[in-house]
């Protein structure tokens, strides 16, 4: 050790303990990840599945789950990374590329401040079309890895779009992809995601160069307008299953209560809907009804019946507060 010699003797010693200890730490950590890997990818085929870990809860980062491998090949899905702390931890995981399929857009700054390639994608929480699919293949294909894919809580449609990806790309079937899913904690209500993932095939070179391949950093978000008759859709969705009383249907409008919260949020921090509205309270009334709509997606989402037509009429009572402010 001769760099130890230009450190103090007390100095030395409590950096040579500080190495062993973090030594010991990354090799029973590597010892335990890449044996549980090695003994999946010798027993089954396709050889990328990873071990079903639970999800990694990280700084700024959620529900990190790899969708096949490890190091540079690896391919995680997960949450939007949360503020410094969540790109830090992207980098310190080793990500060169972020693919983004929620609607919000990306925090450009904190990611090119830190080198971090950034593709933004939205999907819906019905799924995706062909098109899309083949986009997000040609850039888990293409661009520089390990790449982390995210939504918002990364549970839902991260989870489909990374299980659809590693399908096409045959790194896993489709059977280790859906309880890859499981293992990221999408709903079960979520049918259009896991149709999307249950759809998916081995995909041929061919196909994947023909699609998009200029992977936009940023999408425009939806009009306020177009935004809205989603979302008025989406309530009509709930409404008719709440009338139903049917508990699978229930928890399948999880998906569309999921879909108007998603799009109120995605309002909020849009700049040119805030100058539009020309009001300050215009952003507090969106992340209220925003919030009401996502209280109303966990009840769906637990399949229960009990305060769900109290949660719906407090979700209708927002969308008026703002209405007669603002719109009529
Ligand atoms: C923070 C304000 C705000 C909230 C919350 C809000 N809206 Fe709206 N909504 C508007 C504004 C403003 C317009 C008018 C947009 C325009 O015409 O440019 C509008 C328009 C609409 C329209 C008419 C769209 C069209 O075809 O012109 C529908 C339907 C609608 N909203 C449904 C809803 C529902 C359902 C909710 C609640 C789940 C909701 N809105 C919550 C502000 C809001």
Known sequence: MKDAETYSAPMARAFMALLVAATMLSASFGASFSAGFDGLSRASEPPHDPPHDPPRELPGLHNVVPYTGSGSEAFY???APEGDAGFDAL????????????GATPDLARAKARGLRIVHLPIGYDGFDDARKAELVRAVRDLPKPIYLHCHHGKHRSASAAGAVAVSLRWMTNEAAAARMKVSGTGVGYRGLWSCVAKASPMDAATI???RGDFPEQTK?????????AIDEALDNIQFAVAATDAAKRGASAADAAEIADLLRILEKDEGVERMAKSVDFRALLRASSTQAGALEKLLGEGSSAGVPEAVGRLRESCKDCHVKHRD
């Open 91 to 102: 980098v310190k995981l080793g990500i060169k590329t972020v693919i983004s399929v929620d």
């Open 221 to 229: 978000p939806e009009s306020l307008v177009a935004s809205m008759v």
């Open 209 to 211: 160069d023909a699609a």
């Open 77 to 79: 899905s997960g949450s």
